[in-house]
């Protein structure tokens, strides 16, 4: 069986990546759960990737965007926003 | 840290429709026998209970004020109990069980100016878009088209004279919010002129692998510009003005209002009805933006129109006519040319061609 | 009283039988400065024939990816009051019934936080709010839940389902169409409000063939009513139908897509084997002739418009399923099937796409659903066929134990 691994350190490993890649590229919400099964294996299944997707975004730290689909971003000040 | 705050409240959902059935409706529910249309926009469902629901059936423009949406509930108490519907084209229904009351109802729906139809064999609403009132990749207005074409078309919402129902929609670029491409006529906003990229922008607002990746014909590649700059360019013939990388990276944009328009489709039905539901196909390939009224725009639907009610069999839908009668006749009899934009030339192209010797003289 | 600005352009669209877009713009104008520049800059794009709208994409509420949409004008230094204008999509009650009551709720909310401009409704079906500013939406949001109500999908999360009237109002409803279209939206709250998607999802219930709200046309999953057992034919109605002026031969039988019907001047004969539920002849005869009484559903999948391969009319999963009894398991079916389009598909690749892409025949395989002749409307025509498995020398001997 694959070890335990809690929603609040896959939630940190999402924010890892994306903040790795802010600016280069963005990531949906199905790339990191897939980036997450690489690392953890089964271990990170849907269920506990739903629920660290919903950890980064009502704790605000990650934010949902669009642009021809939704992505998963860390807040930042909208390039098309009137200031 | 989120403690002392209130509790929002999340994913409860639409409220329960049975909240809002009038009690003839509770009381019938999956019980209805049959109906009747009784009048243009008039009609009566009868229950195997014996119990009568009318519906007054009358046009909106879809973009409503709060006024009015007040006004509707105001003729709603008055006539219905307060319970009332919109339909799936956007127009407004009264329920009601009292027969009496149903010309007061139209006699004060035509005073705020909403006429009462759509029913049986008439043009109902036209779905439509957002347009210049609202939508960022718009290739023309909607609400605008939508109303010259209805204030043209009136008669055949407020009257049943025609051999069958038409479904007129409007998109106003080819994203088809409105979902254009099965409806009898469907007028479809359109881009002629590549994407103009504004190199300065869009290393900084877009993503250029999403971008390159978001062509249909694969027309965008990644290149550096002689400043420096990391942008994209695009190779023009290749480029069949979808829009796609617009939405994913404005820093593209094809408006322009020297070469944006409109054009027409024709012959889509999504009822299972005689036929199988179809595709609309390319009547008029492009007509230029004429605000506000887009003359050209109604007078070209107004003769397809025209020339299929003349012509079509009782409940031919406009399709089916053209299936009966083929294109090349659709052509003659309209009076539109034909021209080598309507010769498909994307995906499976070879099967518009036509493969028999039959043909109408 | 308002002051308004001139908008000669504009204002031609107030004359004429039709419901003027601008009457009611004009008419929201006089208490929303919004509408007021929203007035001016419309003309503006109708004398320059060109829209004045940027792209939004990040503003929304909190915990929510979907159910806003951002817009920004940009031309905000002579448009100050539309400088935000961003969109709400509110979930519309099933079938789309109000109560006065109800209404007049929205009204409230909306003339407190944003423009009080409305559209009744949206072309997936929701109640959108148009037009208010990035502060506002929390607050609207809170009055909306408050009263009962919840947002709409926007981006790639499940769209908000619509339905029908159904059986609230119609003789052919072969399902209970605003059941499973509530049934639905509430099952899947998380999918509608958190975009985990390739892209949009749609739902519609239609309830019989005359499907009146284009499921097969726009609906990721079409739910089209039907039924199993005879059309109802009530001889003495049809009769009365020919008398009144109907010609049952050429308006009805010729009409008939299976060419199963017969009408010798008195009786109308159905060989019921051959229909092919259209509903022609009951649209025709509505008080003669009713959808039998084993009533369900033909479930189709991939409708989409053009963008980006090409538009598709949705194609049949599954031919007949009592969906009212039988819901469970059109969910998990449904469920196999978002799974594997979910996991697999790309970025923007609605899943009728995606089924071109990766096969019919692999699509349905892997989601653990018979493959059978209703899927096709005739087999394929050319032999490149991707033969899954060959035999090596020797391999028949091992077959014959």
């Known amino acids: 069986m694959a070890s335990e691994v809690s929603v609040q350190e896959v939630a940190d490993a999402m924010y890892k990546m994306i903040k790795d890649a802010q600016g280069m590229k963005k990531f949906k919400a199905g790339d990191l759960t897939k980036a997450m099964r690489d690392v953890y294996g089964d271990a990170a299944d849907r269920k506990t990737c739903k629920a660290a997707i919903k950890e980064l975004i009502d704790s605000g730290r990650c934010v949902y965007t669009y642009f021809g689909g939704s992505f998963i971003e860390i807040p930042h000040d909208e390039g098309a926003a009137n200031k | 840290m989120a403690d002392d705050k209130p509790k929002r409240v999340t994913d409860i959902g639409p409220p329960h429709y049975e909240k809002f059935l009038p009690p003839v409706i509770k009381d019938n529910y999956g ?35 709060i006024d009015k949406m007040r006004d509707f509930a105001d003729l709603a108490d008055k006539y219905c109990d307060g319970y009332l519907r919109f339909t799936s084209r956007n127009n407004v229904e009264f329920l009601l069980t009292d027969e009496s009351k149903i010309d007061p109802l139209i006699e004060d729906l035509k005073a705020l100016n909403h006429p009462v139809g759509g029913l049986g064999n008439s043009i109902s609403n036209i779905v439509h878009t957002q347009g210049w009132v609202h939508c960022h990749s718009a290739a023309t207005d909607a609400s605008g088209i939508v109303k010259a074409v209805m204030d043209e078309m009136y008669e055949y919402f407020s009257e049943m004279k025609l051999p069958a129902k038409i479904r007129i929609a409007l998109a106003c670029c080819l994203n088809m919010c409105g979902a254009v491409h099965c409806s009898d006529i469907a007028i479809l906003g359109i881009h002629r002129r590549p994407p103009r990229i504004d190199h300065n922008t869009l290393e900084r607002l877009c993503e250029i692998p999403l971008v390159t990746s978001s062509c249909p014909t694969a027309a965008i590649r990644p290149t550096t510009t002689p400043e420096g700059k990391k942008s994209v360019e695009v190779i023009e013939e290749q480029c069949m003005f979808c829009a796609n990388c617009y939405t994913v990276c404005p820093s593209m944009p094809l408006n322009d209002p020297l070469n944006d328009g409109v054009s027409i489709w024709v012959g889509g039905k999504v009822s299972n009805a005689r036929t199988a539901p179809m595709f609309s196909k390319l009547a008029i390939p492009f007509i230029p933006n004429n605000p506000p009224r887009w003359p050209e725009v109604t007078d ?16 031919e839908r406009i399709g089916e006519w053209i299936n009966r009668i083929t294109y090349p006749k659709f052509f003659e009899m309209t009076g539109i040319e034909f021209q080598k934009e309507h010769i498909d030339d994307f995906k499976f192209a070879g099967l518009t061609y036509h493969r028999t010797a039959q043909l109408v003289r | 009283m308002a002051n308004l600005p001139n908008t000669p352009k504009l204002d031609e669209l107030t004359k004429g039988p039709w419901p003027s877009f601008v009457s009611e713009i004009k008419r929201a104008a006089e208490r929303s400065d919004m509408c007021k520049d929203l007035l001016g800059l419309l003309e503006r794009s109708y004398n320059e024939k060109i829209g004045h709208w940027k792209h939004g994409g990040i503003v929304g509420v909190m915990g929510y990816g979907g159910g806003v949409i951002g817009r920004y004008t940009d031309l905000p230094e002579e448009f ?106 509430m099952r899947y709250q998380d999918e509608l409000h958190r975009p985990m998607f390739p892209y949009k999802w749609k739902f519609k219930f239609a309830g019989c063939p005359n499907d009146c709200v284009a499921s097969i046309a726009r609906a990721d999953i079409s739910v089209i009513g039907t039924w199993r057992d005879d059309i109802k034919i009530d001889q003495a109605e049809v009769k009365n139908y020919a008398d009144a002026g109907l010609d049952i031969f050429d308006d009805v039988v010729l009409n008939c897509p299976g060419k199963c019907m017969k009408w010798d001047g008195n009786t109308l004969e159905i060989d019921n084997d051959y229909c092919r539920h259209c509903m022609h002849c009951i649209n025709v005869m509505p008080k003669a002739l009713a959808p039998g009484d084993k009533r369900g559903a033909t479930v189709l999948i991939g409708a989409k418009a053009p963008i980006i391969e090409g538009a598709l009319l949705s194609s049949v999963v599954i031919p007949f399923i009592d969906i009212d009894e039988e819901y469970e398991e059109f969910c998990d079916i449904i469920e196999r099937m978002q799974d594997i389009w979910s996991e697999e598909g790309k970025n923007r690749e609605r899943v009728g796409e995606f089924i071109q892409r990766v096969g019919m025949g692999n699509f349905f395989e892997a989601a653990e659903i018979d493959l059978i002749p209703e899927m096709v409307t005739h087999p394929r025509e050319n032999p490149y066929i991707f033969f899954e498995d060959y035999y090596e020398e020797g391999d028949e001997e091992e077959e014959e134990e």
């Open chain 2, 31 to 65: 019980k209805w026998k049959y109906h009747e249309i009784l009048k243009p926009g008039v009609m009566v469902h009868y229950g195997h209970s014996g119990d009568k629901l009318f519906t007054v059936r009358a046009a909106s423009p879809r973009l409503m004020s």
């Open chain 2, 300 to 315: 070209a639907i107004k003769n397809i129109v025209e020339v299929w009610a003349a012509n079509a069999r009782k409940y």
């Open chain 3, 80 to 185: 100050p009051n539309i400088s935000h204008f961003h969109t709400l999509r509110i979930n519309q009650p099933a079938g789309w019934f109000y109560t006065s009551e109800a209404l007049r709720t929205l009204a409230d909310i909306w003339e407190k936080h944003g423009s009080g401009l409305t559209n009744m409704h949206g072309s997936t079906g929701d109640i959108i709010f148009l037009g208010t500013r990035t502060e506002e939406l929390e607050p609207t949001f809170a009055d909306l839940t408050a009263a009962g109500f919840d947002l709409g999908g926007s981006g790639s999360d499940m769209r908000t389902p619509s339905a029908c009237c159904g059986k609230a109002r119609c003789e052919w409803a072969c399902y209970d169409t605003m059941k499973a279209c509530y049934d639905t939206t």
